[in-house]
Nanobody
Framework: QVQLVESGGGLVQAGGSLRLSCAAS????????MGWFRQAPGKEREFVAT????????YYADSVRGRFTISSDNAKNTLYLQMNSLKPEDTAVYYC???????????????WGQGTQVTVSS
């Protein structure tokens, strides 16, 4: 069992930056691939970024590539999402997730956090 707790969300102006964190506890953190997803009001949850358990492979949604960076610190059992050049369309609840494969598919992830709200004002 893995427990995930996100933090770092908030209100920011367009063009600004935020760093989300996801603290993991329970089973060995570095055995899991990790991902970030988001859900905007009235929309389906969508993939944002993923990182392999080794940290050697990352993949991003087209909408965030070049602006967001996913990383992990296995010593701290923490996943990060650095978000730069934020846009109003990035407004959403952001979720971290843990699974066996670093994929874009929600069904590949077994454990989910409760989410943290990111609001980008224009």
């Amino acid at each position: 069992q893995v427990q995930l707790v996100e933090s770092g969300g908030g209100l920011v102006q367009a063009g600004g930056s935020l760093r989300l964190s996801c603290a993991a506890s329970g089973r060995t953190f570095n055995r899991y691939a990790m991902g970030w997803f988001r859900q905007a009001p009235g929309k389906e949850r969508e993939f944002v970024a993923t990182i392999s358990w080794s940290g050697g492979n990352t993949y991003y949604a087209d909408s965030v590539r070049g602006r967001f960076t996913i990383s992990s610190d296995n010593a701290k059992n923490t996943l990060y999402l650095q978000m730069n050049s934020l846009k109003p369309e990035d407004t959403a609840v952001y979720y971290c997730a843990a699974g066996n494969l670093a994929t874009t598919l929600e069904r590949s992830y077994y454990y989910w956090g409760q989410g943290t709200q990111v609001t980008v004002s224009s």
